[in-house]
């Protein structure tokens, strides 16, 4: 079955860095693009970014574009997002999801995983 | 401000009838994009509910169903249940933000 599980989610000082994880199994992680969407505390869903099945293309929401930067290892079955000069407003629960395969045009997360929740404070 | 507009709450009594509205524009659900409904129950992780405005995963209740029209969507159930109580989004795309999906802002649903 599709398992997606994040990691790295800590406690961080606001202008800290942080990079979070997230492990996929139970389908062939380089045949779909994925995506990271947060959830602030009491907030709704944010999309952030997603990658393409090479890791070739990445798109960025504003909030978070020249600050995160998201990556992907095929071969480790594994995506990553850096995230880079946090602000108290980054705190939430970072999900990662699955997106569009690579032969069809979709848009929609059809799996998600458990979150990791990033806090920041000093 | 969310770019698809949802109610923040509706509420109803077991056994009945709601739907939750999902405003978008013609940059995004107008131009003919899909809408998609996700069930975040308390405490765990979004899950996918209804694809491409009216398609049903499989496990998903018939009691759920989706319809569009023009620049909006509506996700409807019936025959409300006490595990039901739940937030609701709905997701589409936009083609004024290359690549970027987009969500509601979200609707808490009271089942009284």
């Known amino acids: 079955q599709v398992q997606l599980v994040e990691s790295g989610g800590t406690v961080v000082q606001p202008g800290g860095s942080l990079r979070l994880s997230c492990a996929a199994s139970g389908f062939t992680f380089g045949d779909y693009y994925m995506s990271w969407i947060r959830q602030a505390p009491g907030k709704g869903l944010e999309w952030l970014s997603y990658?393409?099945?090479?890791?070739?293309?990445?798109y960025y929401g504003d909030s978070v574009k020249g600050r995160f930067t998201m990556s992907r290892d095929n071969a480790q079955n594994s995506l990553y997002l850096q995230m880079d000069s946090l602000t108290a407003e980054d705190a939430a629960v970072y999900y990662c999801a699955r997106d569009r395969p690579f032969n069809w045009n979709y848009d929609r997360f059809d799996y998600w995983g458990q979150g990791a929740l990033v806090t920041v404070s000093s | 401000q969310s770019v698809l507009t949802q109610p923040p709450s509706v509420s109803g009594a077991p056994g009945q009838r709601v739907t939750i509205s999902c405003t978008g524009s013609?940059?995004?659900?107008?131009?003919?994009?899909?809408v998609h409904w996700y069930q975040q129950l308390p405490g765990t992780a979004p899950k996918l509910l209804i694809y491409d405005n009216d398609n049903r995963p499989s496990g998903v209740p018939d009691r759920f169903s989706g319809s569009k029209s023009d620049t909006s969507a509506s996700l409807a159930i019936t025959g409300l249940q006490a595990e039901d109580e739940a937030d609701y989004y709905c997701q589409s795309r936009d083609n004024s933000l290359s690549g970027w999906r987009i969500f509601g802002g979200g609707t808490k649903l009271t089942v009284l």
């Open positions: 990658i393409s099945t090479s890791g070739s293309t990445i």
């Open positions: 013609s940059s995004n659900i107008g131009a003919g994009y899909d």
